[in-house]
């Protein structure tokens, strides 16, 4: 039985990315599966009973409450002996590879899911930078989640090549094509159309991530704002809540609010319904590790408008699947918007090949068997598996 333990900072990041790949690792009856991570964010009614879980105090930025953290990661690796320690948000990635190198962990596997200091300058950026190399030095393997993010490690000399990979075409996850289905697709439309209170005409831009400047959500409003000036039949979909950062910019915001072009219903389970209600999905963001709502849009065949960032760039085929625009550009992302806005053939071509790539490239099942054969592979390189 192979000794695998997940740490992530907050539990959501469990919930979203690891707790279904768990369960399919559970289910090969190859893996004893533990998770770490901080006590308050855990929904105890959520976590599947075969995870033993260890709680950590771990707090999101920097914080020096990250020595104890760090002391107390390295006792449970000591105390429990994981054969994999995997680790991913850049708090608990940073103190897992301290506390794991510390404590013998045969491997320290790094899932790069981002790179935080994308996007920052100055002393900012040396200092995160200097941590995201620390990370990297004291993990025996870095899964990059994208090709994209692998090559922008590798021209930034976090990491040597041979040190690194990124599994089968990438994500983190996957899509769950039994989850996302197509015969549904007209079905969900009219409800959720129905529910919102949008006309069946209605061309719908739909966004779904947390509300905060990094995701670009300031550029997206201010380039909707423009397109309906002109389209009183276009509208936006947020589908995600205000980040509590105080980034967003106040008057954009409370614009949104009182506009009737803009939908915005909060954070939702089932988002592959709105995503079926939708014409275009837009991912504005500064960096991401990946692009993994984009591909679930393009499952549903959605074509996608991502800005040119390592990780999003992966998500789509550029002038195929979709469009890519220079990312922080008001100007950039208006002209794509209208460009999908006002071209009805183009959106349809660009959604039929998006629903094709997506299912053929990335999804769910295949993928994890895939990530599930290059742990058991790092395990056999160091001898531990015959």
Request: net charge neutral; glycine share 6%; hydrophobic share 40%.
């Amino acid at each position: 039985m192979i000794r695998i333990c997940f740490v992530t900072t907050i539990y959501i990041t469990y919930h979203c990315f690891l707790k279904k790949f768990s369960e399919y690792l559970h289910e090969s009856g190859e893996f004893d599966i533990s998770l770490i991570c901080d006590t308050q964010s855990v929904d105890k009614t959520d976590l599947p009973p075969f995870v033993h879980f260890f709680p950590v105090d771990m707090k999101r930025g920097v914080s020096l409450s990250g020595i104890s953290a760090v002391r107390n990661l390295r006792k449970i690796f000591k105390e429990e002996k994981f054969d994999i320690v995997q680790y991913s948000t850049p708090n608990a990635a940073f103190y897992s590879s301290v506390a794991s190198k510390s404590a013998g962990i045969p491997v320290r596997l790094y899932c790069q899911w981002g790179i935080r200091y994308m996007g920052f300058e100055g002393l900012r950026r040396a200092l995160f930078k200097s941590i995201e190399k620390a990370t990297c030095a004291k993990s025996t393997f870095i899964e990059a989640e994208s090709h994209g993010i692998r090559n922008f490690a590798l021209s930034e000399k976090l990491y040597p090549a041979k040190k690194s990979c990124v599994v089968w075409n990438g994500s983190a996850s996957g899509v769950d094509l039994e989850r996302y289905d197509l015969s549904l697709r007209e079905q969900w439309r009219s409800e959720v159309r129905k529910e919102l209170g949008i006309e069946p005409d209605d061309i719908v831009f739909n966004y779904a991530g947390r509300m905060t400047a990094d995701k670009g959500i300031n550029e997206l409003l201010s380039a909707f704002f423009r397109i309906a000036q002109k389209n009183a039949g276009a509208k936006l979909l947020i589908l995600g809540l205000m980040d509590n950062d105080g980034t967003v910019n106040e008057e954009l915001y409370n614009s949104a609010n009182s506009s009737p072009q803009v939908i915005m219903p909060g954070s939702k389970e089932d988002v592959e319904r709105y995503y079926a209600a939708s014409d275009i999905f837009v991912s504005p963001s500064y960096r991401e590790g990946f692009g993994l709502v984009i591909i679930e849009a393009e499952a549903m065949g959605l074509p996608a408008i991502a800005s040119n960032v390592p990780g999003q760039i992966d998500a789509i085929i550029p002038d195929e699947t979709g469009l890519l625009f220079e990312v922080k550009s008001v100007e950039s992302l208006t002209n794509t918007m209208e460009r999908l806005l006002k071209d009805s053939e183009l959106r349809k071509k660009m959604g039929k090949a998006a629903q094709g790539y997506a299912r053929q490239s990335y999804g769910q099942k295949e993928l994890f068997e895939k990530l599930k054969a290059h742990r058991t592979e790092l395990l056999k390189c160091l001898k531990i598996l015959k």
